[in-house]
């Protein structure tokens, strides 16, 4: 029960593989609540419905709880603010938006995605930030009201102040300034009925009585309207707090094209979670150095919101091999690291499916290790020379490499089946047999060029680890190609 009425969420868009900066922040609200003796709640963000699948809310699941995350009420685990996944809770807000438009604090706009698009377009020719230029603001209510009425598609969008300036507090940043000029007139109910984010964040903290919100920088600049909705609905807005963003080394921002970004990459190659925890944890106390290592009760007890970390979120994967070194050889007892390792072997059924395309290869046990081994490690250690020996050149294979990695992203559900398709499809767009773009891949992938069956293998590894290999092997057959003349 919660005794201090604190209560916090996490609220991810399921739109893509779940994302270490979302264990992050979940990670922050979860030490929040536990400080306080609060509930951390956990709430689906669907308004998106073009990207959202049950896949990826699934994941986003599984991957908090592999975390080692708790939260008290969820899709998953029901509550008493439910239903927790937005697309359930379509009806709820349109009241809200009726309210916002009776008051005069929001208008009907008919304008077409073509004239948006000219509109943007010329603003962005002239230099400018593009945004609303206000076209349907001061329609006449009779027009309005016969535009609706013969069907014609309509977004609500809400009014901003002309003049002046939006101050807040941040619960990290401290007082911030934005002015109104720089702030849309956001859509906040949809043509086809659903809420935008905007709007269905706002109304669903309110309901779920939510006292902080702690999220990442990149929402700060949505707080201005934010704070405007709660304004134009007589509510009081939440407690705001932005967390700087996790960076790689060279302070740009973290993203799946340098470093790997999914959870479930730093699970398949063997990462505790209590070391991932332990170490997004860092970010969030001051801590003598020698007492790193924390579970997250102990780093509940060091959490102070108002003394994060000053050294910024970078995310070092040294320092992560660091704790997670230290995780495996300190805390865990014999039984538990052996218990531990069968676990992680056992995971995603990578073992058993290795083992399963073995048997028709194998003429003793001892062969295994080669044979599957890569299934297992976290690096491969390519040897450029294994690319060299295929027919196709340096740059070839390049160019190769270099197609397929985007292309992979636009599978939904990865698994052999769509592997496979995907790969067909890559090889008829680039007018190259099936075998030449697989060749590269098979030592991408395995490091050999005679392994286990490439799809299986691929949908074994999973699609955040076959990134991974492939921009690695992107990075080796470089080495090949010759000085350009
Ligand atoms: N759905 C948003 C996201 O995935 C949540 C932002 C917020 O916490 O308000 O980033």
């Known amino acids: 029960m919660t005794t201090s009425g604190v209560r916090v969420r996490i609220a991810p868009s399921p739109t893509g593989e779940p994302h270490v900066g979302t264990a992050y922040v979940a990670l922050f609200n ?50 008493p603010y439910g239903p927790y996944r937005q697309s359930d809770r379509k009806d709820l807000y349109k009241p809200f938006v009726d309210k916002i438009v009776a008051n005069g604090h929001g208008f009907h706009c008919f304008c077409t995605p073509e004239r948006l698009e000219e509109m943007r377009a010329a603003q962005r020719a002239a230099g400018k930030q593009p945004k609303y230029d206000g076209h349907c603001l001061n329609l006449s209510a009779e027009e309005v009201t016969t535009r609706i009425a013969s069907g014609e598609p309509n977004v609500v969008r809400m009014k ?13 940043y401290g007082p911030v300034e934005i002015p109104w000029d720089a702030v849309d007139m956001q859509v906040l109910l949809k043509a086809d009925g659903m ?9 669903d903290d309110h309901l779920m009585k939510i006292t902080h919100v702690a999220r990442g920088e990149e929402w700060l600049a949505s707080v201005p309207k934010h704070i405007l909705i709660y304004q134009y609905l007589g509510l009081e807005p939440p407690v705001f707090m932005h967390l700087s963003l996790m960076r790689n080394a060279d302070k740009s921002k973290l993203s799946k094209r340098k470093n790997p970004t999914s959870i479930s990459y730093y699970s398949a190659l063997g990462y505790l979670p209590e070391a991932l925890m332990n170490f997004l944890g860092l970010f969030f106390i001051q801590i003598a150095e020698g007492e790193e290592i924390l579970t997250i009760d102990e ?27 230290r995780w495996l050889r300190e805390k865990l007892s014999e039984e538990d690291f052996q218990h531990r390792v069968l676990q992680w072997a056992l995971e995603n059924d990578r073992l058993r499916e290795g083992l399963k395309l073995s048997q028709s290869r194998i003429s003793k046990l001892g062969e295994l290790p080669d044979l599957m081994g890569f299934l297992l490690k976290s690096d491969l250690h390519l040897d450029p020379a294994a690319f060299a020996k295929i027919k196709s050149t340096p740059e070839e294979l390049l160019e190769i490499l270099n197609t397929v990695q985007p292309d992979l992203e636009k599978i939904l559900e990865w698994n052999v089946e769509s592997v496979e398709a995907e790969l067909r499809a890559i090889a008829d767009r680039m007018g190259k047999k099936l075998k030449v773009v697989v060749a590269p891949l098979f030592v991408a992938v395995s490091g050999s060029s005679r392994s286990l069956p490439l799809f299986d293998s691929m949908a074994i590894l999973g699609r955040a680890v076959v990134r991974q290999r492939l921009k690695l092997a992107a990075q080796t057959v470089a080495t090949l190609v010759g000085p350009k003349n």
């Open 30 to 79: 979860y030490l929040f609540a536990k400080k306080h003796g609060g509930e951390f709640i956990l709430r689906i963000e669907d308004t998106d419905a073009t990207r959202s699948t049950p896949e990826f809310e699934q994941k986003v699941l599984d991957a908090l709880k592999w975390c080692g995350l708790k939260w008290s009420e969820g899709p998953d685990v029901g509550g």
């Open 160 to 172: 901003i102040p002309t003049e002046g300036s939006c101050k807040f507090v941040d619960g990290v």
């Open 195 to 203: 809420p935008t984010y905007h709007m269905a964040n706002v109304v």
């Open 299 to 325: 780093l509940a007890t060091q959490f102070d919101p108002e003394n994060l970390s000053k050294a910024g979120a970078i995310f070092d994967i040294q320092k992560l091999d660091w704790v997670n070194g």
